[in-house]
């Protein structure tokens, strides 16, 4: 399994912005994808998961409304379309992965994902 994010950059305050994460490996299976971010000298937290064989999204409070999960089965690849955001957005978003049996996955605990892509940097200015 691959993941390999990108879309991240430099946004001002109430701006947008969608990252991108090209999963490869998979093998057609029913599968979690979360996103995941962390702050300079904090805790990496999850913010947004997606379930692949129901759709089923789900997310942290501190999104919910701004943050929208989409995929691309074509292309492999999940979406986190960012709005709204907040300089308290800043910090470097993680794809990651597990594969399940629930057909709704909303758990947003670290320790429940195996894979882990390298991260993309957003930086939100005020």
């Known amino acids: 399994v691959q993941l390999v994010e990108s879309g991240g950059g430099l946004v001002q305050a109430g701006g947008s912005l969608t990252l991108s994460c090209a999963t490869s490996?998979?093998?057609?299976?029913?599968?979690?994808l979360g996103w995941f971010r962390q702050a300079p000298g904090k805790e990496r937290e999850g913010v947004a998961c997606f379930t692949s064989v129901s759709g089923k999204t789900h997310y942290a409070d501190s999104v919910k409304g701004r943050f929208t999960i989409t995929s691309d089965n074509a292309e492999s690849t999940v979406y986190l379309h960012m709005s709204s955001l907040k300089p308290e957005d800043t910090a470097v978003y993680y794809c990651?992965?597990?594969?399940?049996?629930?057909?709704?996955?909303?758990?947003?605990?670290?320790?429940?994902?195996?894979?882990w892509g390298t991260g993309t940097q957003v930086t939100v200015t005020s």
């Open positions: 490996g998979l093998g057609g299976d029913n599968y979690a």
């Open positions: 990651t992965l597990t594969f399940v049996a629930w057909t709704e996955w909303d758990n947003l605990s670290i320790d429940k994902y195996d894979y």
